[in-house]
Structures are given as C-alpha cells and as structure tokens.
C-alpha cells in the first residue's frame, strides 16, 4: 500500500511563492515517477508537473515558468515549488504515483492566492 501525505499549502498572496511536500511510504512511491496536480472548485483536476523516475522534470503549460518540481535524496518526498503566484492558482493539490494501472493519491493540500 502507498500512503502519500501532503503539506505546505495556505494563504499566499499575489505574486508569492509557496512550496508543497509530499511524503510517500513504500518503495513504489520511491521508485516511481511522481507528479502533482490540482483542482479548483468546481473545476476538473489538472496536471501540474511531474518528475520521472529517472529524474526527468516536466510543467503544465499553465505554471511553466513559475514552476519547480524535485525530491529529495531518498526519493521519499517530492515538491513543488510555484513562484509569482496568480489567484488561479487556488486549488487543492495533490501528490500522485501510478504504477501498473493503479493511481494512488494523498489527500491534498489547499493553496489560496489572495490578490
């Protein structure tokens, strides 16, 4: 079973920065690509970013630019660092690993830009 745990959101202000952990056990979050995504109220959720499990790095069009994704040198936490944050950028965020048909997902954390 993987267990992914989510932190780092809350209130930010326009044009802040805000950096999200994700926490994973077991070795299929370790050994796997890992990514984030979003969703805003009402809305469908969305890919964010994703880094592969040979560190490849890749940002949604929409953050491209003001987004960063890494982990750490267990490869048991993954983040993602957003600069120069817009109101549209509110939205729960969640830290995701798939592997062999199966999504696995943490419970998210809020992200609200103020303007």
């Known amino acids: 079973q993987v267990k992914l745990v989510e932190s780092g959101g809350g209130l930010v202000q326009e044009g802040g920065s805000v950096r999200l952990s994700c926490t994973g056990s077991?070795?299929?979050?370790?050994?796997?690509?890992k990514a984030w995504y979003r969703q805003a109220l009402g809305k469908e959720r969305e890919w964010v970013a994703t880094?592969?499990?040979?560190?490849?790095?890749m940002c949604a069009a929409s953050v491209k630019g003001r987004c960063s994704i890494f982990k750490d040198n267990t490869d048991n936490t993954v983040y993602l660092q957003l600069n120069s944050l817009k109101p549209e950028d509110t939205a729960r965020y969640y830290c995701?690993?798939?592997?062999?048909?199966?999504?696995?997902w943490g419970q998210g954390t809020m992200v609200t830009v103020s303007s």
């Open positions: 995701n690993v798939h592997f062999q048909g199966n999504d696995y």
């Open positions: 077991g070795t299929i979050f370790s050994r796997n690509g």
């Open positions: 880094i592969a499990a040979g560190g490849a790095r």
